[in-house]
T-cell receptor, first 114, second 115 residues
């Protein structure tokens, strides 16, 4: 089974702090994604990556950056956390080589910025 | 870019009845339409998907229909059971060729099955 793990289930940070959210997948997937989930807004794509050291902006990249130094790991960085970044963050991975289009999601990190 | 609208936002049905969730999309180039189910405390999980060359697909109690002309697709759950209670998301994509793996999600439907 594909497994996508996220470093924390719950995180509380202060305004202005630098925040790192880590995601690791164990299926050698090329593609990795970061979403945020907010009530009434669904899942919105922040950044995604097709390969190591590659990154593409999603629909809401402002205030975020990402890093992918190894194929299995994709990090989301909040350079200076703000209260409007309080949200559930979901990581996902997928692979073209399998021929399937499915994205596999981690359990999410609920981030609270105070 | 793509815009996906999903209705209703909440849905309650009696156990054993059917549930229908509807989505519309805006990008005529979209050709892949998955549905994800998110149970409490978990990430979304794919339950069924349909590609634009097919009008309907069924997997046991769940089915998805697609109307390309009208740009809408629907999820149908028959003989609902308590374990169907969850949040359901529709999504649309231009497909899984390089550069097109992005999914645009709807806003979600919270389905509650009443015993």
């Amino acid at each position: 089974d594909v497994k996508v793990t996220q470093s924390s289930r719950y995180l509380v940070k202060r305004t202005g702090e630098k925040v790192f959210l880590e995601c690791v997948q164990d299926m050698d997937h090329e593609n990795m994604f970061w979403y945020r989930q907010d009530p009434g807004l669904g899942l919105r794509l922040i950044y995604f990556s097709y390969d190591v050291k590659m990154k593409e902006k999603g629909d809401i990249p402002e205030g975020y950056s990402v890093s992918r130094e190894k194929k299995e790991r994709f990090s989301l960085i909040l350079e200076s956390a703000s209260t409007n970044q309080t949200s559930m963050y979901l990581c996902a991975s997928s692979s073209l080589s399998s021929g399937a289009y499915e994205q596999y999601f981690g359990p999410g990190t609920r981030l609270t910025v105070t | 870019g793509e815009n996906v609208e999903q209705h209703p936002s909440t849905l309650s049905v009696q156990e054993g009845d059917s549930a229908v969730i509807k989505c519309t999309y805006s990008d005529s180039a979209s050709n892949y339409f998955p549905w994800y189910k998110q149970e409490l405390g978990k990430g979304p999980q794919l339950i069924i998907d349909i590609r634009s060359n097919v009008g309907e697909k069924k997997d046991q109690r769940i089915a998805v229909t697609l109307n390309k002309t009208a740009k809408h697709f629907s999820l149908h759950i028959t003989e609902t059971q308590p374990e169907d209670s969850a949040v359901y998301f529709c999504a649309a994509s231009r497909g899984a060729s390089f550069g097109n793996e992005k999914l645009t999600f709807g806003t979600g439907t919270r389905l509650t099955i009443i015993p």
